[in-house]
């Protein structure tokens, strides 16, 4: 039980990704406390992980307001006693398109979310992590380092990609009060975005979906994508203390797709 007696908070809680992450949570032993903008998809994930509602918490959080990050930190203290580790998810990924086509004001929101809304989170947590000597987890993406030839997620990327290089930062600044500072950086992963853009791609073009998947899969070292649960288990051992001695560091969980 990795998360024995622990509480996470986890940002961005829906369908996909926020979700397994939150699940991971409770299945290792931990508390979990849910932030996401929309109360219905936080009520809907707590009952399926929690029913009986004994190692939950969820509270309506917008990233972007100080103010409600402070209260789902809160929250995690009244419930739980403390915060042990913060797993950021939330997050603006469904803007298309690059430099040229650029619309740079929904870049500045995107920026106001992925980046300095996961620094606002962060910070709301702090007191309780100096009290744990925590852990902060950050989902990046592998767009960052490695831009897709199928999509183009410019503003996405380069917003996550300022976030790997805030880590750094916040990994020397909060080391003495044995806090760790992680990045998960996610390849293609089997979840509901990618589902649907298989989908999508395969009615476009007229072919099966198992052909588009293919596409993906055959660039892999494994045979197979990542799944939302697979980055969500590194998400998980990052939180832990299984992971006492690493900060600093991105972990790509891409089956081998990019090697560094």
Not at 90 to 116: K, M, R
Not at 168 to 176: Q, T, V
Not at 214 to 236: H, I, N, S
């Amino acid at each position: 039980m990795l998360l024995q007696g622990k509480t996470v908070i986890v940002s961005g809680v829906g369908a996909g990704l926020g979700h397994q992450v939150a699940a991971a949570v409770v299945r290792d032993g931990g508390n979990a406390v849910l932030g996401a903008r929309t109360e219905a998809n936080l009520a809907k994930s707590a009952a399926e992980i929690d029913p009986e509602g004994l190692h939950t918490a969820y509270l309506p959080t917008d990233i972007t307001d100080e103010g409600q990050c402070a209260a789902l930190a809160e929250l995690a203290r009244a419930r739980f006693g403390g915060i042990d580790a913060v797993v950021h998810v939330a997050a603006w990924d469904s803007y298309f398109g690059g430099l040229e086509d650029a619309d740079f004001g929904t870049w500045s929101q995107i920026i106001d979310v992925n980046l300095l809304g996961t620094l606002r989170m962060t910070r709301a947590c702090l007191d309780g992590l100096k009290v744990a000597g925590g852990s902060v987890v950050i989902v990046g993406t592998q767009s960052a380092v490695a831009a897709p030839s199928e999509v183009q997620q410019a503003a996405y990327a380069a917003s996550k990609g300022a976030l790997t290089s805030a880590m750094y930062s916040m990994a020397r600044e909060l080391g003495p009060h044995r806090i760790r500072v992680n990045t998960v950086l996610p390849g293609w992963m089997w979840g509901p975005p990618v589902q649907a853009f298989v989908t999508f791609t395969a009615h476009t073009e007229g072919v099966p979906e198992a052909e588009v998947h293919a596409r993906l899969t055959d660039r892999m070292a494994l045979p197979d994508l990542a799944t939302d649960g697979d980055v969500a288990d590194a998400a998980v051992f990052l939180a832990s203390d299984r992971a006492r001695a690493i900060t600093g560091q991105s972990l790509l969980v891409n089956a081998g797709e990019l090697m560094r």
